[in-house]
C-alpha cells in the first residue's frame, strides 16, 4: 500500500477510536446528508444534559447527520474531537468550548480544511474572529448583572454589610468569567455587598455541595450565596440544610439557568431567584449548520432571549418549564 494511503487510514482508524473512546457516536448514514460534528462539553449538569437532547433531537428532526462527541470537560478531548471532525470531513464543525483561550491553533486547521465553524453555547478568547463564522448562545455577562440587580433591589435601603459567597463554574469557562464579572459590575455600586469567599464548583452538584461545606466552615456569617449554575445551588442547599440552616431564609441563594429542579426548589423556599439560561438550542443551531455550509450569510452572533423568576413565579412557571 502506498505510504500516504496508509498513514490516512491509520488516520481514520485513530480519529474512529478517539470518537469511540470519549462516548462519541453519530446518527444518519453517508446518504448526502450535511453531516454536523459538534463537540458537546461534557454532562455536568442539568442544563447541559437539556442541551444535549436538544442537539440530538434537532438533528434528528432537520435530517441532520450527527456526530457526537463528550469531552468529558477536557479541552484536550474538545480539541482531539475537532481533529478528527476534520480528518472526517463534516460539512460543519459545532462545538461548545470547555474554556474560553487555546482554540486558535484547532481553529486555523479547520478553517484550512474549509470546514466553517460554529461556536454554540460558549465564546472563545481569540483576536481572530475568522477562525468560526458564528456564535449562538446567551449573554453570560448580562446574566451576571441580572443576578446582581435582584441583589441591590433585594437590599435596598438595608444597612449593614452583605456577606456573599461565590461559587464559580469551571475555571476559565466563559460563563464563569462573565457571570462573575457582570456580577461584580452590578454590586460594585454599594460598598455593603462584599464578596467573602469565592471559589469554583466547575458547574456539578457534588462540587457545588463540598466547597458550600468549606466556606460554612471558614465563613461565620455568611448572607447570600451566588451560584454560577443551579446545579452547584442544588448541591450547596444540601450541605447548608445538613449544617443545620435555611436556605433561602438563613442564606439567601441566587442561581443561573432555570432547571426545573431549581423552580422546585424555589416554589420549596430554597431558592431566591433564577436566572435563566436557555439550553434548548437545537433548532437554532441545525438551522445555522445548514445555512453556513451553504455558504449563506449569517449573523455574526445569535442572542438567546432569556428571563429571571423569582419565587412568586416559580410554582406557576414550573408546569410548563420544558427542562
Ligand atoms: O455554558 C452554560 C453553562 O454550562 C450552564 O450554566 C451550566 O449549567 C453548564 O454546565
Keep these: 500500500m502506498p505510504k500516504k494511503v496508509v498513514s490516512a487510514v491509520a488516520a481514520g482508524l485513530l ?92 481553529l486555523k486547521e479547520a478553517k484550512n480544511a474549509k470546514i466553517p465553524v460554529v461556536l454554540t453555547d460558549r465564546a472563545i478568547d481569540s483576536k481572530d474572529t475568522s477562525l468560526y463564522t458564528t456564535f449562538l448562545g446567551s449573554d453570560f455577562v448580562e446574566e451576571g448583572k441580572k443576578a446582581g440587580d435582584w441583589l441591590t433591589k433585594e437590599y435596598e435601603g438595608k444597612d449593614g454589610t452583605v456577606n456573599i459567597v461565590e461559587l464559580q463554574g469551571t475555571t476559565g469557562s466563559a460563563p464563569a468569567n462573565d457571570r462573575r464579572a457582570g456580577f461584580a459590575q452590578a454590586v460594585k455600586g454599594d460598598p455593603k455587598f462584599k464578596v467573602v469567599a469565592s471559589q469554583t464548583g466547575d458547574f456539578t452538584r457534588a462540587k457545588g455541595k463540598e466547597v458550600m461545606q468549606a466556606f460554612l466552615k471558614s465563613q461565620p456569617d455568611i448572607d447570600v450565596l451566588y451560584a454560577h449554575n443551579d446545579d452547584m445551588a442544588l448541591g450547596a442547599i444540601q450541605a447548608i440544610e445538613e449544617a443545620g ?44 449548520a445548514k445555512k453556513v455550509s451553504k455558504g449563506e450569510s449569517v449573523p455574526a452572533r445569535v442572542k438567546v432571549d432569556e428571563g429571571v423568576f423569582t419565587q412568586e413565579q416559580a410554582a406557576a412557571a414550573l408546569p410548563d418549564r420544558k427542562y
Design 15 to 106: 480519529a474512529a477510536s478517539f470518537l469511540t473512546a470519549c462516548s462519541a457516536d453519530s446518527t444518519g448514514g453517508g446518504d448526502g446528508r450535511l453531516v454536523l460534528g459538534f463537540a458537546q462539553v461534557g454532562a455536568e449538569s442539568g442544563w447541559r444534559t437539556a442541551n444535549t437532547k436538544s442537539v440530538r433531537e434537532s438533528a434528528e428532526e432537520a435530517k441532520v447527520t450527527l456526530k457526537f462527541s463528550d469531552a468529558q470537560q477536557k479541552q484536550e478531548n474538545q480539541i482531539k474531537a475537532i481533529r478528527s471532525f476534520i480528518q472526517q470531513r463534516v460539512d460543519v464543525i459545532a462545538f461548545s468550548p470547555v474554556v474560553e483561550s487555546g482554540w486558535d491553533t484547532v
Design 245 to 288: 440552616k435555611k436556605p433561602g431564609t438563613d442564606i439567601k441563594i441566587i442561581s443561573v439557568d432555570g432547571i426545573k429542579d431549581a423552580f422546585q426548589a424555589m416554589a420549596d423556599g430554597k431558592i431566591n431567584v433564577v436566572v435563566e439560561c436557555n439550553p434548548l438550542l437545537g433548532d437554532q443551531l441545525m438551522d445555522l
